[in-house]
């Protein structure tokens, strides 16, 4: 056990180096990051709250629904901390750094099993922090509890984080195993598979109209697939609701059963994992082999389809790009997890508690669509199209032999981003003022003031980004996070309110008057997106300008 404790204490100290590091090189971005969190606990609660107080007014019915609302919120919080606690587990325990060199040292399997199961267990226990804060404080709201209702939720909630966790851990337990060779592409299958299952569901479930019994009908039958009684998910689910009404005997049953399968499924994980580390570790390194994306023929095939419009010497850089940009899951994953998330929405927006048949109403909505798709624009140029050109100052030198000057090598940044971006954002957009049902010329209005943001905000991040670069910095997020990362991040959100502002100020002036959506706009407002989609390209070549004269004069 000593040796434990020594290892959690040398992870507690670099866990301080790496926060006090962070708050000197990046207080700002930390002040940002804090506050969006902030955020997201206000708009999670609100958004709880909202629901909890119309399903009250449901009266019977509303017994039913809110059972159904704990129990589903209870099954996706599985599902994620699952996969999340996979992938970490995957990483401490069968990855190539620090796997390799834990092994090596005298201490006991057990030991350090022990301590990763922890430190998974503490990282897992964030979604306390950010859905289970919001959901307590939300069912609270209602009047019907007592002081007792958030003991028993914390433990409800804490307990039921450590069933979740150990599966998590389990599962990448097997897949170093049995399935090593291709780890990554079975977690992206599973999330594919999933991802249809859940919108098949929603699309069976939401079927039919609002107020009727058929649908309520349909709606219990479906739920009762996750609502079975064997599952972890329904017994905090209970217990919960029991606190909830004052219920102590119920509530406490419950929890005795999420307890004493949590303690079990701990001690049957660190000791199955423990007793068999040595031998899934050496299988999950002889079972690697080169996943099918970064194969030449792959990434060269998407390079020609995306960037057909360009000649072969700039999309030879480009191929570079691509494939750098294929090898890093920090990038695609999370771009691909957004943009998944944002395309859910978008489709469902017919289904918000709010009529969008008024005017006013619907392009408040594509107004909180656009706000949406610029401030995560904004958040993924900062994070990973600025530090590219950083990136390349160690081989800059290499880059110099070939036939194309360092315009060529700035603008080449510049059109990959503008692509990914770009692609991305209007895709959304465009399935947004379909959804919505808008007519042609608010359509385009609101494509083109999107193009106009993602190509102002691309054009930021590359022209910032070579005229601030980190020399000889390997790391893309210590590159963000430096001074001109953070320049980079207050001049993009100032870059999106001055659009946001204007798309605004179009919105209200042509519906502020209109009983109905216009078909066209009128001249003042087609002057107002001229002039928005004109600062995007300003913005942007100024930008560029900047950072070419800078880094025309970088010495390789």
């Not at 002040?31 to 019977?60: E, H, K, M, P």
């Not at 289970?132 to 209702?149: H, I, N, Q, S, Y």
């Not at 570079?320 to 978008?346: E, H, N, S």
């Not at 209200?508 to 004109?534: D, G, K, Y």
Request: proline share 3%.
């Amino acid at each position: 056990m000593y040796d434990a404790l020594v290892l959690t204490r040398f992870r507690l100290i670099q866990m301080r180096n790496a926060l006090d590091q962070q708050l000197r090189e990046a207080p700002l971005r930390t002040l940002v990051t804090i506050g969006l969190l902030v955020l997201i606990w206000a708009a999670l609660y609100f958004l709880l709250s909202t629901v909890f107080r119309s399903v009250d007014r449901w009266g019977v019915v509303s017994i039913v629904v809110s059972q159904l609302i704990f129990v589903h919120f209870f099954v996706v919080l599985s599902v994620m901390l699952c996969f999340s606690n996979a992938i970490l587990g995957f990483g401490a325990l069968y990855g190539r750094s620090e796997a390799a060199l834990l092994l090596g040292t005298p201490v006991h399997a057990r030991q350090i099993v022990l301590v990763k199961w922890v430190e998974g267990m503490i990282l897992s226990s964030w979604s306390f922090l950010l859905l289970g804060v919001p959901l307590m404080l939300a069912v609270a709201e209602l009047g019907r509890v007592d002081w007792t209702f958030y003991g028993l939720f914390v433990v409800h909630f804490v307990f039921f984080v450590a069933i979740p966790s150990n599966v998590g851990m389990l599962a990448a337990w097997i897949v170093a195993m049995w399935a090593p060779r291709r780890p990554g592409a079975m977690a992206l299958w599973a999330a594919v598979i999933g991802f249809v299952l859940a919108v098949a569901w929603m699309a069976r479930v939401v079927r039919g109209q609002a107020d009727s019994a058929e649908w309520l009908h349909t709606l219990l039958a479906q739920s009762a697939v996750v609502a079975q009684d064997w599952l972890p998910s329904t017994w905090t689910a209970k217990g919960i609701i029991a606190a909830t009404e004052r219920r102590l005997e119920d509530s406490i049953f419950w929890l005795l059963i999420v307890v004493g399968n949590a303690a079990f499924l701990s001690w049957m994980t660190v000791n199955l994992l423990a007793a068999s580390w040595p031998e899934a570790y050496s299988r999950a390194q002889e079972g690697r082999h080169t996943p099918l994306i970064r194969r030449g023929w792959v990434t060269e095939a998407v390079c020609w389809v995306l960037f057909f419009y360009l000649p072969r010497r700039i999309r030879m850089l480009m191929l570079k790009d691509l494939r750098g940009f294929a090898r890093d899951p920090r990038q695609w994953t999370q771009m691909a997890i957004m943009l998944g998330l944002l395309i859910i929405y978008v489709l469902n927006l017919q289904r918000l508690p709010v009529d969008v048949s008024y005017p006013q109403m619907r392009g408040l909505v594509a107004f909180l669509n656009l706000t949406t798709i610029a401030l995560i624009l904004a958040t993924f140029t900062s994070r990973f199209v600025y530090p590219l050109l950083s990136l390349e100052s160690q081989q800059l030198w290499l880059l110099g032999l070939l036939p194309t000057g360092r315009l060529s090598l700035l603008l080449a940044k510049f059109l990959f981003a503008i692509t990914v971006t770009g692609l991305s954002g209007m895709i959304v957009m465009a399935l947004a003022v379909s959804v919505l049902e808008m007519p042609t010329a608010w359509a385009r209005a609101n494509l083109a003031i999107c193009a106009a943001t993602c190509v102002g905000l691309c054009g930021l991040a590359v022209g910032l980004g070579a005229r601030y670069p980190v020399l000889g910095q390997r790391n893309p997020a210590r590159i963000a996070s430096g001074v001109g990362g953070t320049f980079n991040l207050i001049a993009s959100m100032l870059f999106v309110i001055v659009q946001l502002a204007g798309a605004a100020w179009l919105s209200f002036s042509e519906l502020r008057t209109n009983a109905a959506m216009p078909e066209t706009l009128s001249s003042a407002s087609m002057t107002i997106l001229v002039w928005l989609v004109a600062f995007g390209g300003i913005v942007a070549a100024g930008a560029l300008w900047v950072g070419w004269r800078h880094f025309e004069r970088l010495e390789a």
